[in-house]
């Protein structure tokens, strides 16, 4: 177990931003982690439970104590039917390499969700997606930790109250439950996801008819690589914004200015529909605009970048910026799927 105090987060968020926390540990078995809830007390608090920092914007130092999972492994569970694994998996494993284990093991399901940064647990948390598929499509159970009690607790997916970017980890559960494994329920046939995005076209241009999911694995990373900029060389948080839900009659005025064909969009009920803050963004002229040391994506607008130097409140700025923009512009609001802390 590793218990530092006054340390220097900078490393751990991939925005770069220079911050500190009161007190920094780090566990690796769910043990390690119940002895830490047995002796933290009022003075440790807040808590907050830090993955690899990938969907984090810090805004100053954290007078609390920071969590950190190094919780390790990969367990295999058969299903009686025969046709599904259940992946075990702890919170410390580094999502994408868990992704790329499933894929070269024949267990389907993940192959969409490449390449996004961050560990397992926080796939939990913030019910990661992309390209069609979230996390809670494939995920089976969480265990987790009560650090209020050090009791071990597992709730089934459905308990999680899973949304778009939601969950109760995120929301009403956030401080007092730490994750510790998942375990996701796996194909063992390979049924692609195409529809979403340039996936498909993407394939067809490389000549791919029938492919297979490490062709549709290489094709999302090439596509994910040559869109959004690469944290370790100019920081940031991924996607910063979630895509906005509007109304069918929202939708209706955007197209009548701007035409059926070129206003992006992805039904997800009769009477709404999800319009890509990207898109949005950038029709409000900020793509590959700074304010200050902070600045919008050149090549994907929904990315805001630390151009060097920047702090959390720059960050913060620049998004109040944007989120002003776009609500004056199209009248939609648009909330940042990254955690501001």
Same mark, same amino acid.
């Given at each position: 177990m590793?218990d530092?105090?006054?340390?220097d +987060?900078?490393?751990?968020?991939?925005f770069?931003?220079?911050a500190?926390?009161r007190?920094?540990?780090?566990?690796?078995?769910?043990?390690? +982690?119940?002895?830490?809830?047995?002796?933290?007390t009022?003075?440790?608090?807040?808590?907050l439970?830090?993955? !690899?920092?990938?969907n984090?914007? +810090?805004?100053?130092?954290?007078? !609390?104590?920071?969590?950190?999972?190094?919780?390790? !492994?990969?367990?295999?569970?058969?299903?009686?039917?025969?046709?599904?694994?259940?992946?075990r998996?702890?919170s410390?494993?580094t999502?994408?390499?868990?992704v790329?284990?499933c894929?070269?093991?024949?267990?389907?399901?993940? %192959?969409?969700?490449?390449?996004?940064?961050?560990d397992?647990g926080a796939?939990?948390?913030?019910?990661?997606?992309?390209?069609g598929?979230?996390a809670?499509?494939?995920?089976?159970?969480?265990?987790?930790?009560?650090v209020?009690?050090?009791s071990?607790?597992?709730?089934?997916?459905e &308990?999680?109250?899973?949304?778009?970017?939601q969950?109760?980890?995120k929301? %009403?559960?956030?401080?007092?439950?730490?994750?510790?494994?998942?375990?996701?329920?796996?194909?063992?046939?390979?049924v692609?996801?195409?529809?979403y995005g340039?996936?498909?076209?993407?394939?067809?241009?490389?000549?791919?008819?029938v492919?297979?999911?490490?062709?549709?694995?290489?094709v999302i990373?090439?596509?994910?690589?040559?869109?959004?900029?690469?944290?370790?060389?100019?920081?940031?948080a991924?996607?910063?914004?979630?895509?906005p839900?509007?109304t069918?009659?929202?939708? %209706?005025?955007?197209?009548?200015?701007y035409?059926?064909?070129?206003?992006?969009?992805?039904?997800?009920d009769?009477?709404?529909?999800?319009?890509?803050?990207g898109w +949005?963004?950038?029709?409000?002229?900020?793509?590959?605009?700074s304010?200050?040391?902070a600045?919008?994506?050149?090549?994907?607008?929904?990315?805001l970048?630390?151009?060097?130097?920047?702090?959390?409140?720059?960050?913060?700025?620049l998004?109040?910026?944007?989120?002003?923009d776009?609500?004056a512009?199209f009248?939609?609001?648009m909330?940042? &799927?990254v955690?501001?802390?």
């Amino acid at each position: 177990m590793k218990d530092v105090r006054d340390y220097d +987060l900078t490393a751990n968020n991939t925005f770069g931003i220079k911050a500190r926390c009161r007190r920094f540990i780090e566990f690796d078995t769910v043990d390690g +982690l119940r002895d830490v809830s047995a002796m933290l007390t009022d003075a440790d608090r807040p808590l907050l439970v830090l993955g !690899g920092g990938s969907n984090l914007l +810090l805004t100053k130092d954290y007078a !609390g104590t920071v969590l950190h999972s190094a919780i390790h !492994g990969i367990s295999v569970n058969e299903t009686t039917d025969g046709g599904w694994v259940e992946v075990r998996a702890g919170s410390g494993e580094t999502w994408d390499e868990f992704v790329e284990l499933c894929v070269s093991n024949g267990w389907y399901g993940a %192959e969409n969700l490449s390449l996004i940064p961050g560990d397992v647990g926080a796939s939990a948390v913030q019910n990661i997606g992309a390209y069609g598929v979230e996390a809670k499509d494939i995920i089976h159970k969480v265990e987790a930790v009560d650090v209020s009690s050090g009791s071990v607790v597992t709730f089934a997916a459905e &308990e999680c109250g899973y949304g778009y970017r939601q969950s109760r980890f995120k929301n %009403e559960w956030k401080g007092r439950y730490v994750i510790t494994y998942v375990t996701y329920r796996l194909s063992k046939t390979f049924v692609p996801r195409l529809d979403y995005g340039n996936i498909r076209a993407e394939l067809e241009r490389r000549d791919i008819v029938v492919p297979t999911a490490e062709q549709v694995r290489r094709v999302i990373i090439d596509m994910r690589q040559a869109k959004l900029p690469d944290y370790t060389k100019e920081g940031n948080a991924g996607s910063f914004f979630m895509n906005p839900v509007v109304t069918r009659e929202k939708y %209706e005025e955007i197209v009548a200015e701007y035409g059926a064909g070129y206003v992006p969009h992805y039904a997800t009920d009769n009477g709404h529909e999800k319009i890509p803050a990207g898109w +949005l963004i950038e029709k409000c002229g900020w793509k590959g605009r700074s304010l200050g040391r902070a600045g919008v994506h050149s090549r994907q607008a929904l990315v805001l970048v630390n151009r060097g130097g920047a702090t959390g409140n720059d960050i913060l700025a620049l998004c109040e910026a944007v989120r002003s923009d776009v609500k004056a512009r199209f009248g939609i609001e648009m909330n940042p &799927e990254v955690n501001i802390v």
